[in-house]
C-alpha cells in the first residue's frame, strides 16, 4: 500500500520560505520520479515541480528561481524548498507518484499572507 504524507505548510509572510516533505512508503521509492502539485481555491490542481529517478528536475514557470525540489532517497522523502513567497502561492501542496495509479497524499495548506 502506497502512502505519502506531507508536512510543513503554514502561514508565512511575502518575501518568506517554507519547506514541505513528503514521506513515502510502500513503494521502491528510489526508481520513481515525484511531483508536487498544488491547489488553489476555486481554481485546477496544477503541477509545481518533478524530480526524476536521476535528480534532474522541471518546474512551473510561476515557481522558477524561488523554488527547488530534492529527494533523500535514504529516507525515501522528497522536499520542496519554497523562497520569496508570495500570495498567489497560496495553495493546497500534495505530493504524488505515479506507478501503475496516481497516488497522492493528503495535502498541507500553504498561507501566503500579511
Known amino acids: 500500500q502506497v502512502q505519502l504524507v506531507e508536512s510543513g505548510g503554514g502561514l508565512v509572510q511575502p518575501g518568506g520560505s517554507l519547506r514541505l516533505s513528503c514521506a513515502a512508503s510502500?513503494?521502491?521509492?528510489?526508481?520513481?520520479?515525484m511531483n508536487w502539485y498544488r491547489q488553489a481555491p476555486g481554481k485546477q490542481r496544477e503541477l509545481v515541480a518533478t524530480?526524476?529517478?536521476?535528480?534532474?528536475?522541471n518546474y512551473a514557470d510561476s515557481v522558477k528561481g524561488r523554488f527547488t525540489i530534492s529527494r533523500d532517497n535514504a529516507k525515501s522523502t522528497v522536499y520542496l524548498q519554497m523562497n520569496s513567497l508570495k500570495p498567489e502561492d497560496t495553495a493546497v501542496y500534495y505530493c504524488?507518484?505515479?506507478?501503475?495509479?496516481?497516488?497522492w497524499g493528503q495535502g498541507t495548506q500553504v498561507t501566503v499572507s500579511l
Open positions: 504524488n507518484v505515479r506507478l501503475l495509479s496516481a497516488y
Open positions: 510502500g513503494l521502491t521509492f528510489s526508481i520513481y520520479a
Open positions: 524530480i526524476r529517478r536521476e535528480g534532474s528536475t
